[in-house]
């Protein structure tokens, strides 16, 4: 391997880490010439059971974006991008949809050890953690959101109780809605043969559940409104979560593709600054997306004026310490990633 190709590829490694619904990796980079890519959206590999799913996925977008120019950063190289957003309709169907252009100089910087030690770090933790973040991180990650007029909140402990509840009420309610249910099973993995096979989706050790048990009750979910076990099915599923994190929430504009893409920058450099702390981050993007839940959580932080033009739910996730979660596993870069040059 040459030293240009070792270049390449140590950096694909590293974006290769890029956070993404449900694991699903849809984004996709067609070389063209020295350090310049076309950047694509697999719609295949994204969520698409709402209007709400697709304009997510314009998040998704942000978020690669953003951790593709920090990639770019930590090695000392930098990166500039040109915009190509297609609109929400065309994310319907199969197929990649091209959203930008990237052009890479290479070793033009000094290399950024602490960042890329952040992004190495950065992963889910649905453990149960420790506590949560520090006043000085908290206040950070706020002032962040809002240099770029995004409103960010830590909630008080008891709120943060109460928001734990309602995620795992609106996972338990997704059960019943027979497209949600069935997307989820497409992108869940029962077992570590399947989980090894696959590397994508979202791995029953990585969820701290059991796989069989988790396989069974999704094919089974009438057993989640049975007198005394559902009960005990939810304190299962919550034990990992009743636990001293903090939780936050974020209000933006969202009605436009530019916007849930701005959304997307901003989560992923909120989560960069909390990963350089040494801390953990477990969205919770089920309240989002059931309406029972989203409509109770806004209730919960007193939000009364929720608009898509102003100040939307866009982003809720708990912070803290917690044990080394699983990791996840990804396809090869060489096999999703990287298309084939033009």
């Known amino acids: 391997m040459s030293n240009q190709q070792q270049t390449l590829h140590t950096y694909l490694e590293l974006v290769n880490r890029y956070p993404s619904p449900h694991n699903g990796q849809p984004i ?7 350090g310049r890519f076309e950047v694509y959206f697999e719609r295949s590999r994204g ?4 209007e709400i799913s697709y304009i997510f996925s314009f ?5 690669f974006m953003r951790h593709l120019a920090l990639c770019a950063e930590a090695l000392g190289h930098s990166l500039d991008y040109e915009l190509s957003l297609p609109k929400v309709t065309e ?10 252009m990237a052009t890479l100089q290479w070793d033009v910087g000094t290399a950024d050890e602490a960042l890329h030690k952040a992004l190495q770090f950065r992963q889910t933790s649905r ?4 506590q949560g973040v520090t006043d000085e991180v908290a206040a950070a990650v706020v002032e962040l959101a809002a ?3 995004m409103k960010l909140t830590r909630l008080s402990a008891p709120q943060a109780k109460q928001a734990v509840w309602l995620n ?3 996972v338990f309610d997704d059960m019943f809605d027979e497209p949600v249910r069935l997307e989820l099973d497409h992108w869940l993995r029962y077992s570590q043969a399947e989980k090894q096979a696959k590397r994508d989706g979202l791995s029953y050790d990585c969820m701290e559940l059991n796989g069989r048990s988790m396989k069974w009750i999704v094919a089974h979910p009438k057993i989640l409104r049975a007198p005394g076990i559902s009960w005990l099915l939810k304190q299962y599923y919550l034990r990992t979560m009743t636990d001293s994190s903090d939780v936050f929430y974020m209000l933006a504009p969202f009605r436009t593709e530019r916007q849930s893409f701005d959304v997307g920058l901003t989560i ?4 960069t600054q909390i990963s350089a702390q040494g801390y953990y981050l477990h969205p919770f993007g089920t309240i989002m997306s059931n309406q029972a839940a989203h409509r109770d959580f806004l209730e919960l932080a007193g939000v009364h004026d929720e608009s898509l033009a102003e100040n939307y739910l866009v982003f809720i996730f708990r912070a803290g310490t917690s044990a080394p979660p699983v990791p996840s596993l990804r396809l090869d870069y060489t096999q999703h990633l990287l298309m084939e040059e033009s």
């Open 168 to 170: 795992q009420r609106a």
């Open 59 to 63: 998040v998704s977008m942000g978020v």
């Open 91 to 100: 994310l319907r169907g199969e197929g990649p949809v091209r959203f930008a």
């Open 147 to 149: 240099k770029v007029h």
């Open 127 to 130: 453990k149960k953690y420790h």
């Open 47 to 50: 969520l698409q059971l709402s």
């Open 268 to 271: 992923m450099d909120m989560w």
């Open 28 to 34: 996709r980079l067609k070389p063209l010439a020295e």
